[in-house]
C-alpha cells in the first residue's frame, strides 16, 4: 500500500516550473526522504500534499484518498515556517493544538506529559514559548505536529536549528514512528541526515524528478561505477581505458569513474597491462551521490 501517490503533478509560479511533471509513491511504514538543493521544489510538493496549494495538473492521494480533507485527522504537518503562540506555555500549546486536532481531554492527559518527556522538555513544561531557546522551539513544533498520533508524518527541514544531540534526539523518535507502522516523510538539503535514517530517497532538482529507490538500490548503482585502485609501475595508461570517464589520484592510488561497464571487466584490462596491488569497489555517500548528480554549483548553493 502507498501512503502518498502523486501522479504527473506540475506547479508553476509565473515562468517557474517549481515542480514539473513528478510522480512519486510513498510506501507505506517507510522513511522517505524528500532530497535537493535550496529551490528545488521540497517544500512546494509538500504544500501540494497538504493542499496548501493547488498544483496545476497531476493527481495527488494522501492515505488512499484524493482528497485530503477526508483524512487530515490521520496527518500530522510539520511546515519550514514554525509557528507557536509566545506566550502559552508548552503544556497549553500541546493541549491547544491537541484539542483542534480532535485528540480527546482524556488522551491529552495521558499524551502531553509523555510528548514533553519524550522530546525532553518536561522541565519547561509551564514556561512560556518565548521563554525557550529555538532548539527546544523546534522540538515542542514536533510534539504537536505528531500530539493526535498520526499515522502519517510530513516533515519539512525538521533538523533545522537543531544541535547534533537534539537531531540525534528527533532521528531516534522518526525511527520508533517507523518500528510501529507509520509512514514518514521529510524534506531536507543536509545528505548526512537522510543517509542515517531513509528507507527511500526522492531527489529533485529544479522541479525534476532526478532519481526514487530505496538508498540500498541507489547506493549499489553508483558504487558499480567508482572504483579504487592501487597499481604496481606506470599508470598513465588507465585514462585511455575505453571504459574509464574519469581519473583523480589520491597518493598511491587512483579513484577511477567508469562508464556503464561490470567492474570485474574493468580489473581484467588493468590486469593485462600492469600489477594490481589493491582493488576496491567504492560505496560513495550521499553527498557525492547528490554532488555527481545534481552538480557542483546546485550542491554549494544548497
Given at each position: 500500500m502507498n501512503a502518498v501517490l502523486l501522479d504527473n503533478v506540475c506547479k508553476s509560479f509565473g515562468r517557474l516550473h517549481a515542480v514539473d511533471n513528478l510522480s512519486v509513491k510513498v510506501p507505506a511504514g517507510s522513511v522517505y526522504g524528500f532530497l535537493g538543493p535550496n529551490g528545488a521544489g521540497k517544500t512546494t510538493t509538500i504544500r501540494m500534499m497538504m493542499n496548501i496549494i493547488r498544483p496545476d495538473s497531476g493527481r495527488i492521494e494522501i492515505l488512499g484518498d484524493g482528497k485530503i480533507e477526508q483524512?487530515?485527522?490521520?496527518?500530522?504537518?510539520?511546515?519550514?515556517?514554525?509557528?507557536?503562540?509566545?506566550?502559552?506555555?508548552?503544556?497549553?500549546?500541546?493541549?491547544?493544538f491537541g484539542a483542534i486536532k480532535g485528540v480527546s481531554d482524556r488522551e491529552l492527559i495521558e499524551r502531553i506529559p509523555r510528548w514533553l518527556q519524550r522530546v525532553e522538555l518536561a522541565d519547561w513544561a509551564d514556561k512560556k514559548?518565548?521563554?525557550?531557546?529555538?532548539?527546544?522551539?523546534?522540538?515542542?513544533?514536533?510534539?504537536?505536529?505528531?500530539?493526535?498520533?498520526?499515522?502519517?508524518?510530513?516533515?519539512?527541514?525538521?533538523?533545522?536549528?537543531l544541535d547534533p544531540l537534539n537531531q540525534d534526539l528527533l532521528k531516534n523518535i522518526i525511527l520508533e514512528m517507523r518500528n510501529e507502522g507509520k509512514t514518514i516523510i521529510f524534506s531536507t538539503h543536509v545528505m548526512h541526515e537522510a543517509e542515517k535514517l531513509c528507507d527511500y530517497i526522492l531527489l529533485i532538482n529544479k522541479g525534476k524528478l532526478i532519481l526514487d529507490d530505496t538508498l540500498e538500490n541507489i547506493r549499489s548503482r553508483q558504487s558499480a561505477h567508482?572504483?579504487?585502485?592501487?597499481?604496481?609501475?606506470?599508470?598513465?595508461?588507465?585514462?585511455r581505458l575505453p571504459m574509464v570517464t574519469a581519473v583523480k589520484s589520491e597518493g598511491n592510488r587512483l579513484d577511477v569513474t567508469l562508464a556503464d561497464v561490470d567492474t570485474q571487466e574493468f580489473l581484467q584490462a588493468l590486469m593485462q597491462q600492469a600489477r594490481v596491488k589493491a582493488f576496491e569497489v567504492k560505496v560513495p555517500s550521499l553527498h557525492e551521490i547528490f554532488v555527481n548528480l545534481v552538480g557542483v554549483s546546485d550542491a554549494e548553493n544548497s
Open positions: 483524512v487530515k485527522a490521520r496527518i500530522g504537518y510539520m511546515p519550514e515556517e514554525r509557528g507557536l503562540y509566545r506566550k502559552m506555555t508548552a503544556r497549553k500549546v500541546l493541549a491547544y514559548v518565548e521563554e525557550l531557546s529555538r532548539g527546544m522551539h523546534q522540538k515542542l513544533q514536533f510534539a504537536v505536529t505528531v500530539i493526535n498520533e498520526p499515522e502519517l508524518v510530513i516533515l519539512d527541514e525538521p533538523f533545522s536549528g567508482t572504483v579504487s585502485v592501487e597499481l604496481e609501475g606506470d599508470a598513465t595508461f588507465v585514462d
